[in-house]
């Protein structure tokens, strides 16, 4: 209820995302320093096509969208770039020259199986680390993901049900940066369920 998602009909990143959660972490970025600057916003995340926008507890939608709205069209106006110069955004999901066998499988399942389904709502995972002797994948939750009430059954019960039936190493998923939640399931885990699924015979 706190996270919406914009859709500006033009490309916002090429690859990978960009989350900000205070104002000072997004002064790199000229349009989260407009979006910032509207009284209520909370959070700006990054996208390939979409942002998402957060807002306290206090503030109204009614109120704060269209000013959102202005915000978007004065920034593509102005032909101003998304980041200010030396200010470059990696995909944490990218695989590199020295990931394991096992990191590389993980990555590359987050990426088809369950970035779509996150994105969907307005939100990605991050992938933080892999301990390849507890058999603990560490994430972080993005966008409105980050600090949604059902966001702990998700990663539970969805994404860690997901790389454990695909990839024997993996023990236990567990988010960085997010408290605990007992919340109530949605509709973006049973999509990911779903995936799970319908590519149970499909090799990653």
């Known amino acids: 209820p706190d996270s919406l998602k914009f859709l500006p009909g033009k490309p916002l990143l090429d690859s990978g995302t960009a989350d900000f959660r205070t104002e000072q972490e997004g002064k790199v970025s000229p349009l989260a320093t407009r979006l910032f600057n509207l009284s209520g916003v909370s959070g700006v995340f990054f996208a390939s096509d979409f942002l998402t926008v957060s807002k306290g507890e206090d503030a109204d939608w009614t109120t704060l969208k269209p000013q959102i709205f202005e915000q978007i069209m004065d920034f593509y106006s102005a032909e101003e770039p998304l980041f200010n110069d030396g200010e470059e955004v990696k995909d944490s999901l990218e695989i590199n020259d020295d990931d394991s066998e096992v990191v590389q499988m993980i990555k590359e399942l987050l990426e088809l199986r369950i970035r779509p389904s996150v994105q969907e709502d307005g939100g990605d995972i ?52 997010e408290e605990e939640d007992d919340g109530e399931d949605d509709d973006l885990m049973h999509r990911i369920l779903t995936s799970n699924k319908k590519g149970e015979n499909a090799s990653v």
Do not use: R, W
């Open 126 to 177: 991050v992938f933080k680390d892999f301990d390849e002797e507890s058999g603990v994948v560490y994430l972080t939750m993005q966008g409105s993901c980050s600090g949604c009430p059902s966001s702990s059954v998700t990663l539970k019960s969805g994404i860690e049900n997901m790389l454990m039936h695909y990839i024997p190493e993996v023990t236990e998923v567990l988010a960085i940066g």
